[in-house]
């Protein structure tokens, strides 16, 4: 594996017609940082930070936490990385953490998790706030809460970090340089709502294997359901054609950080809806920028515009077929 991705690891994914887009890698754990520069990536688009609490027998204290992210920050160097907080409850169960009272949820994956966990819990993001800020001292932080439903969480959230900030400002600590707030875009709601987001956003990361099973009502670690449901689906690149569009006219970065974004005909597709950061599993960063190296822009555009405004019976069949015809 690591020679495969050495011989990748140059590539610089620019179209053909010029245009450089963004690979990022997603990670979790300290031992994922090694493939940032083993792969050339441009950064850690999603540190999932519950990795740390699942591996853990007890809650890490807040120093532990500071030490993994400013371990992370160090690896990264000039390389940007965005942490998303906690992403518990649901599929991922935290033994130490008493959930729903002991109660067990019919359905976890739309229950007591992510973000809905941290704000009730806050000191759960209290303490994580304040291991970030202080890992991220001198240098830039960004940041995202997963599971945004409305606007009002994402303000909840950032204002638990700005308390944060707040306190360590009055102790005269060190503070980052500058702090960018971002949401996930998983639950659909979100998306009908982005025009009074946005401004209050520096980026928007779509987690599109929430967000698919979400718009199609599938529990995506359903066996049964795998093959039912294509990402290149027109319902679901016509829904991340309109979500891209409605922030286009701000100024904030959109990012698809799915494992779609990873898999080639999928990438292709993002990038013919306007789709140009992908943040994506360490493995598929090299055959990603090698594919962009030969895609033109202009020319997936008009065939998806074309597919999405007329499907065709099997998109998945017609893309195949274009990136045939075109030696992709
Ligand atoms: C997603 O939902 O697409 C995502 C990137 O987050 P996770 O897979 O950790 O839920
Ligand atoms: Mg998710």
Same mark, same amino acid.
């Given at each position: 594996?690591?020679?495969?991705?050495?011989?990748?690891?140059?590539?610089?994914?620019f179209?053909?017609?010029?245009?450089?887009?963004?690979?990022?890698?997603?990670?979790?754990?300290?031992?994922?940082?090694?493939?940032?520069?083993?792969?050339?990536?441009?950064g850690?688009?999603?540190?999932?930070t519950?990795?740390?609490?699942?591996?853990?027998?007890?809650?890490?204290?807040?120093?532990?936490?500071?030490?993994l992210?400013?371990?992370?920050?160090?690896?990264?160097?000039?390389?940007?990385?965005?942490?998303?907080t906690?992403?518990?409850?649901?599929?991922?169960?935290?033994?130490?953490?008493?959930?729903?009272?002991?109660?067990?949820?019919?359905?976890?994956?739309?229950?007591?998790? !992510?973000?809905? $966990?941290?704000?009730?819990?806050?000191g759960? =993001? *209290?303490? %994580?706030a304040?291991?970030?800020? @202080? /890992?991220?001292?001198?240098?830039?932080?960004?940041?995202?809460?997963?599971?945004?439903?409305?606007?009002?969480?994402?303000?909840? !959230?950032?204002? $638990?970090?700005?308390?944060q900030?707040?306190? =360590? *400002?009055? %102790?005269?600590?060190?503070?980052? @340089? /500058?702090?960018?707030?971002?949401?996930?875009?998983?639950?659909?709601?979100?998306?009908?709502?982005?025009?009074?987001?946005?401004?209050?956003?520096?980026?928007?990361?779509?987690?599109?294997?929430? =967000?698919?099973?979400?718009?199609?009502?599938?529990?995506?670690?359903?066996p049964?359901?795998?093959?039912?449901?294509?990402?290149?689906?027109?319902?679901i690149?016509?829904?991340?054609?309109?979500?891209?569009?409605?922030?286009?006219?701000?100024?904030?970065?959109?990012t698809?950080?799915?494992?779609?974004?990873?898999?080639?005909?999928e990438?292709?597709?993002?990038?013919?809806?306007?789709?140009?950061?992908?943040s994506?599993?360490?493995?598929?960063?090299g055959?990603v920028?090698?594919?962009?190296?030969?895609?033109?822009?202009?020319?997936?555009?008009?065939?998806?515009?074309?597919?999405?405004?007329?499907?065709?019976a099997?998109?998945?069949?017609?893309?195949?077929?274009?990136?045939?015809?075109?030696?992709?």
């Open positions: 594996r690591q020679a495969a991705y050495a011989a990748l690891r140059d590539v610089e994914p179209t053909r017609d010029g245009t450089r887009i963004k690979v990022m890698m997603n990670a979790g754990l300290r031992d994922d940082m090694p493939n940032l520069s083993l792969t050339g990536a441009d850690v688009g999603l540190f999932r519950e990795f740390q609490f699942l591996v853990s027998a007890t809650l890490p204290a807040r120093e532990r936490q500071t030490r992210y400013r371990d992370v920050l160090d690896a990264a160097g000039d390389k940007p990385v965005v942490f998303r906690i992403d518990i409850g649901g599929d991922k169960v935290l033994p130490y953490l008493r959930h729903n009272d002991g109660e067990q949820e019919e359905n976890p994956a739309m229950g007591w998790r !992510a973000l809905r $966990v941290a704000l009730e819990r806050d759960l =993001l *209290k303490v %994580q304040r291991a970030m800020l @202080e /890992a991220a001292a001198g240098r830039t932080l960004n940041v995202m809460f997963p599971m945004v439903a409305e606007p009002w969480e994402f303000e909840a !959230a950032r204002a $638990v970090f700005e308390g900030r707040q306190f =360590l *400002k009055s %102790q005269k600590k060190l503070l980052p @340089e /500058a702090i960018r707030y971002g949401a996930m875009l998983e639950v659909p709601a979100l998306a009908e709502q982005l025009d009074v987001l946005a401004p209050h956003l520096s980026f928007l990361s779509i987690g599109t294997n929430d =967000l698919t099973q979400f718009l199609f009502a599938a529990d995506r670690s359903n049964k359901l795998a093959e039912r449901y294509d990402w290149l689906s027109p319902a690149l016509r829904f991340l054609r309109r979500v891209q569009q409605s922030v286009a006219g701000y100024d904030v970065d959109v698809v950080c799915g494992e779609m974004g990873g898999r080639r005909l990438a292709l597709a993002l990038l013919g809806i306007g789709i140009r950061r992908l994506i599993t360490p493995a598929s960063v055959p920028k090698e594919l962009v190296r030969k895609v033109d822009l202009a020319d997936i555009t008009e065939a998806m515009n074309r597919w999405l405004s007329a499907p065709p099997n998109l998945r069949e017609a893309l195949t077929g274009w990136a045939h015809e075109r030696g992709i």
